[in-house]
């Protein structure tokens, strides 16, 4: 079964950057398309950016231009890098495979205040 694991979350001032990683237990990132969803307090959980096995990309309109996706196959891992942090990118951010069934990691908290 595959297993995955975010970290990177943390408390950010407004205009900061933080990275996230998503760590896979197996070679998963070159086999799957994958994506980071995020559940915002009272919002429904959505998605910020995916990247298919051939390595394109695609972003929420609020993030595009802040936000950057991307993965190691070698050390079967995925990031994202997010940039110019907003008070209203405080969520709880999720990596997930786009399969069916759905592979979620257990998500990682990023508060983004001044």
């Known amino acids: 079964q595959v297993q995955l694991v975010e970290s990177g979350g943390g408390l950010v001032q407004p205009g900061g950057s933080l990275r996230l990683s998503c760590a896979a237990s197996g070679s998963i990132f070159n086999a799957y398309p994958v994506a980071w969803y995020r559940q915002r307090p009272g919002k429904q959980r959505e998605s910020v950016a995916s990247?298919?096995?051939?390595?394109?990309?695609n972003y929420a309109d609020s993030v595009k231009g802040r936000f950057t996706i991307s993965r190691d196959n070698a050390k079967n891992a995925m990031y994202l890098q997010m940039n110019s942090l907003k008070p209203e990118d405080t969520a709880v951010y999720y990596c997930?495979?786009?399969?069916?069934?759905?592979?979620w990691g257990q998500g990682t908290q990023v508060t983004v205040s001044s």
């Open positions: 990247i298919s096995t051939g390595g394109s990309t």
């Open positions: 997930r495979t786009l399969t069916d069934p759905a592979y």
